[in-house]
């Protein structure tokens, strides 16, 4: 569905995205997960052709992303880090010039389609300025929906959405997938990630250094994770391979002692040495 081979981007001196190669298989949500400034928006931006790369391709559904941008659009949604929308314009003339410029038919319908998909039908003759800010986002992917493209590019969908709307973003991922569309997801969630995606690609530094389904990548630092407080009041964390090991370790310990289970960012700090922040 999609492949990558030796994309590279660098700005002046910093190199954001560094020889990445992997495949996106079809019908699977695929993560793109790493700080801020790994290098996630910008492979966004050359996988949707916001940006050339400097060297490398990239195909989607076999077609090359620079050569033919035009086919690419054609099969492509794209919901932004950045709003946007027309905040003068209401919720249905949003969507109105969005289908109007992708030629849709029964443009009407898909319009109370994608909104009902979003829970926005009762706000569609609302102007876009008086939404709050994840209801501007719900409006952001009912905009990427509305031409049925076959991959869907979500560029950090939860970014400043409270826990409840976050959840209901998520939902209507979850939707799309079962509707058989290939998303694209970068984020810094690690509960995102781990709730949503099939496969998750962790970048550091522009490059890629590790991919596998979270439950894989878990499962290849170890199961449990102790955590407790030194002398000095510093977070101590012990990355266990079972349970039996996690309560040995954690035998003996007074201050603040945790056994949890392990996340990506667990996997993320083995890796880097850093945190996802």
């Known amino acids: 569905m999609i492949e990558i081979v030796g994309l590279t981007k660098s700005y002046g001196a910093i190199t954001a995205v560094n020889n990445l190669s992997l495949e996106i298989n079809r019908g699977e949500v695929f993560g793109l997960l790493g700080p801020n400034g790994a290098g996630k928006t910008t492979t966004i931006k050359m996988l949707t052709t916001l940006s050339k790369p400097d060297r490398g391709t990239c195909r989607i559904d076999g077609f090359d992303v620079v050569k033919n941008s035009y086919e690419i659009k054609k099969r492509i949604g794209i919901v932004p880090q950045e709003n946007n929308l027309d905040r003068e314009l209401t919720a249905y003339e949003n969507l109105l010039i969005y289908a109007m410029l992708h030629q849709v038919a029964d443009l009407e319908q898909k319009i109370a389609v994608s909104l009902l998909m979003v829970g926005l039908s009762d706000r569609k003759d609302s102007v876009a300025s008086g939404f709050s800010g ?55 969630y690690i509960e995102e990630a781990e709730t949503l995606c099939d496969r998750v ?58 056994i949890r289970k392990t996340n990506l960012e667990d996997v993320f700090i083995k890796l880097t040495g850093e945190r996802i922040e």
């Open 201 to 258: 690609g962790i970048l550091s530094k522009g490059k890629l250094i590790v991919l596998d389904s979270p439950q894989a990548l878990k499962a290849s630092v170890g199961e449990y994770v102790v955590e407790h407080i030194n002398a000095e009041g510093k977070l101590i964390q012990h990355i266990c391979r079972n349970r039996e090991e996690a309560h040995v370790i954690a035998r003996g310990r007074d201050n603040g002692v945790t």
């Open 134 to 188: 994840g209801m501007q986002r719900r409006l952001l992917l009912a905009r990427a929906l509305l031409h049925e493209p076959s991959v869907l590019f979500l560029d950090e969908p939860s970014i400043g959405l409270d826990p409840l709307i976050r959840r209901q973003m998520w939902d209507v991922i979850r939707k799309t997938k079962i509707e058989g569309r290939t998303v694209v997801i970068t984020t810094h």
